[in-house]
């Protein structure tokens, strides 16, 4: 159980084009899911923690307009990155949680190569 | 604010060895724990948590961690290595209550020798 799934698994675009990214939680019901940047050899950086029907909240330095989260459903949520930029190349990582477990667990996360 | 330490950025270690991964957080309240496992080329996977009850937790391939709240500490340990535990290990800390974001420790990576 607690499975999260990612598409796509890798993307190139190039710059000034958008990107979306999905993740999904297939066996649970995700009220809270939570996007993650993670650089090489690096831990992870929370971006923004999003909960179902609601407007997601943004850490701080993260450009809400840039990185545009939706989370229309309990089982679904989505990362726009818009106008992409090389600087947005990045492996992006998401995380969903419920009840009762309230314990994230991970996509396996998508890579984004701008050019 | 809330902060996680994790001691070893490196650790080396040969098969069979014991393994001892140390962990501290700050934070005065009521909290939750986790270790989580990243192998090469793989996701994150949840290796062990505490929320209560017995802070003595056990987890999947033999982890198991330890919570001593007078020291703010949670470290994870195996009495014997394998080579296939080569790894990122990172240790989490969240307040408790329902769907609150992760604190992260900076991650330990680990290799076993054959």
């Known amino acids: 159980g607690a499975v999260v799934s990612q598409h796509p698994s890798w993307v190139i675009c190039k710059s000034g084009t958008s990107v979306k990214i999905e993740c999904r939680s297939l066996?649970?019901?995700?009220?809270?899911m939570f996007w993650y940047r993670q650089f090489p050899k690096q831990s992870l950086m929370l971006m923004a923690t999003?909960?179902?029907?609601?407007?997601?909240?943004?850490e701080q330095g993260v450009e809400k307009d840039k990185f545009l989260i939706n989370h229309a459903s309990l089982t679904l949520s989505t990362l726009t990155v818009t106008s992409a930029h090389p600087e947005d190349s990045s492996f992006y990582i998401c995380?969903?949680?419920?009840?009762?477990?309230?314990?994230?667990?991970f996509g396996p996360g998508t890579r984004l190569t701008v050019l | 604010a809330q902060s996680v330490s994790q001691h070893n950025h490196h650790v080396i270690l040969s098969e069979a060895a014991s393994l001892e991964l140390g962990c501290n957080y700050s934070y005065g309240g009521t909290v939750n724990l986790f270790w989580y496992v990243q192998y090469p080329g793989q996701h994150l996977q949840l290796l062990l948590k505490?929320?209560?009850?017995d802070p003595l937790v056990k987890g999947i391939k033999g982890f198991e961690a330890e919570f001593i709240k007078s020291k703010f500490s949670f470290n994870l340990r195996k009495p014997s290595v394998q080579w296939s535990d080569t790894a990122e290990y990172f240790c989490?800390?969240?307040?408790?209550?329902?769907?609150?974001?992760?604190?992260w420790g900076l991650g330990t990576s680990l290799a076993v020798n054959p």
């Open positions: 995380s969903a949680s419920g009840l009762p477990t309230d314990t994230q667990y």
């Open positions: 989490a800390v969240k307040r408790a209550g329902n769907n609150r974001k992760l604190i």
């Open positions: 999003s909960n179902e029907g609601s407007k997601a909240t943004y």
């Open positions: 066996d649970f019901q995700a009220t809270t």
């Open positions: 505490y929320f209560s009850g």
